[in-house]
């Protein structure tokens, strides 16, 4: 492939994605608190900013192309807000989000085998990684490849086309979705492209229309675009993976970087009461450790397989984590090598294995957060092409261009922090070419020696997975 005829015309984008053409669009700040009280649908609106500058943090400056509006959902009504209309305007936003997914043996494949891969390349170590984050980079990467490099993805993804990816990974983005007041889980795309290269502008708009992808250009290499992307980067994570991004910088080779980002807040449908809080033991790889344990006792399911017991710590409103406890003498890499395991994590199977019992959970409160390059995994799972340049075809996206294009950098970050309240949690990822009578049955459930977990959101979904070998260590 070869670098110099990327996109004729960067601000000729087909006019059924145009909204507002040549208007800055207002900023939608997820911190601030929205009603949006009428009939509510997921639209995807395109602004065309050809000329305006953004400067995220203020100062550093890139060019934006086409910035994405994002599905407006209405807020859940406070108590005594708006009455049964708000809260029926609330419940039909909700639904909209709501897509069926059909059949999920092929993502649920995807979100097994990568967390087999990613979360045992360091043994003994904290380790996150969001399945759906990548996922949908992954996504992306096949609208910019073609021949055996989309193949090889398309492969890896388990889906047989791109007309099925298409929609598939659309569906799973809007599942994944939700800012309504109650749950934040907020998705979002971007691409970064090379000022003095033109890009396809049929794949700009297929990016847009299916992942919200907003498009900037720049000088690529600068200090400025990359304070730019990194910018983005924080503003789309909450500041959750500020160090992180700062590792993440674009050298002048580089022809364009896709980055996907994914940020969840939500508290627990039942909060654990800060008075039960207290320091108990943690018996990590290298030692034992104090740290504060969140306690709460009720009636509930309990899990348990063959290596294993598990309990959940339900949303408010939808979804839920998972905790898992491997057997004594078991470790979590143990459990991820583990077919059943794998299916219990990331099938609707899951709920075959429990049986109701009062559950006395002792959880450890952390804060996690890992860093780490995708290359190796995504190999290993068979994505082999895209890193090489007699291979490597990215031709949806480019023409002409001197010289052959690779995929240069595969970053991936992801944390997630629990309290009493509930969790928060982000990731994001860079790719660049570069009430009833409580049971009989009592257990408890102490999570005092290295343990998996996983957040699912709406649906199911596994949005964030990972081991804590020592929730006294942040990363």
Request: with cysteine; charged share 25%; proline share 5%.
């Amino acid at each position: 492939m070869k670098a110099d005829d990327v996109f004729d015309g960067v601000t000729d984008v087909r006019d059924d994605l145009i909204d507002g053409a040549g208007e800055a669009p207002k900023q939608r700040s997820r911190w601030t608190k929205r009603r949006w009280l009428g009939a509510v649908a997921a639209v995807l609106a395109v602004a065309i900013l050809g000329g305006v500058l953004l400067r995220p943090g203020g100062g550093m400056t890139a060019y934006a192309i086409a910035q994405a509006e994002y599905p407006r959902m209405a807020q859940y009504p406070g108590e005594g807000e708006g009455g049964s209309a708000a809260y029926d305007a609330w419940w039909e936003s909700v639904k909209a989000q709501r897509r069926d997914l059909g059949d999920t043996s092929a993502l649920e494949m995807f979100f097994a085998r990568s967390a087999q891969t990613f979360l045992t390349e360091k043994p003994g170590e904290n380790r996150v990684y969001s399945p759906v984050n990548v996922y949908l980079a992954l996504s992306m990467l096949a609208y910019l490849t073609d021949g055996d490099s989309r193949g090889q993805i398309l492969e890896a993804l388990g889906s047989g086309g791109m007309d099925e990816l298409r929609k598939q990974a659309n569906d799973v983005w809007n599942v994944s979705y939700r800012d309504d007041g109650v749950i934040t889980s907020i998705l979002a795309s971007s691409l970064w492209l090379n000022e003095n290269v033109k890009f396809n502008r049929d794949t700009l708009n297929a990016l847009a229309r299916d992942f919200y992808a907003s498009s900037y250009r720049g000088e690529m290499g600068s200090k400025e675009l990359n304070k730019a992307l990194q910018g983005w980067l924080n503003e789309q994570t909450g500041g959750l993976l500020e160090e992180q991004a700062e590792n993440i910088e674009l050298d002048p080779t580089t022809i364009l970087a896709l980055a996907t980002t994914l940020y969840f807040k939500a508290p627990w449908a039942a909060e654990f009461s800060k008075d039960q809080t207290a320091p108990q033991t943690f018996h990590t790889p290298t030692g034992d450790v104090e740290t504060d344990f969140l306690h709460q006792w009720n009636s509930g399911s309990y899990y348990s397989g063959d290596k294993f017991s598990a309990v959940s710590q339900s949303f408010k409103e939808d979804g839920a984590m998972w905790f898992l406890l491997p057997d004594e003498g078991v470790t979590p890499e143990e459990l991820l090598a583990d077919e059943e395991v794998m299916e219990f994590l990331f099938t609707e199977k899951k709920y075959d294995w429990g049986r109701s019992a009062l559950v006395n959970k002792a959880i450890p409160k952390f804060d996690v957060s890992a860093q780490f390059d995708l290359k190796d995994g995504l190999k290993a799972m068979g994505i082999t092409d895209v890193f090489d340049p007699e291979r490597a075809d990215f031709t949806p996206m480019t023409t002409g261009v001197n010289g052959p294009i690779t995929l240069n950098q595969t970053s991936h970050a992801a944390r997630v922090v629990i309290d009493e309240e509930g969790c928060i949690a982000a990731a994001f990822t860079v790719l660049a070419p570069g009430g009833e009578a409580p049971p009989e049955e009592e257990v408890d459930f102490v999570l005092d020696r290295p343990f998996l977990f996983c957040v699912t959101g709406n649906g199911g979904l596994p949005l964030f997975v990972g081991v804590v070998n020592d929730p006294m260590k942040a990363s």
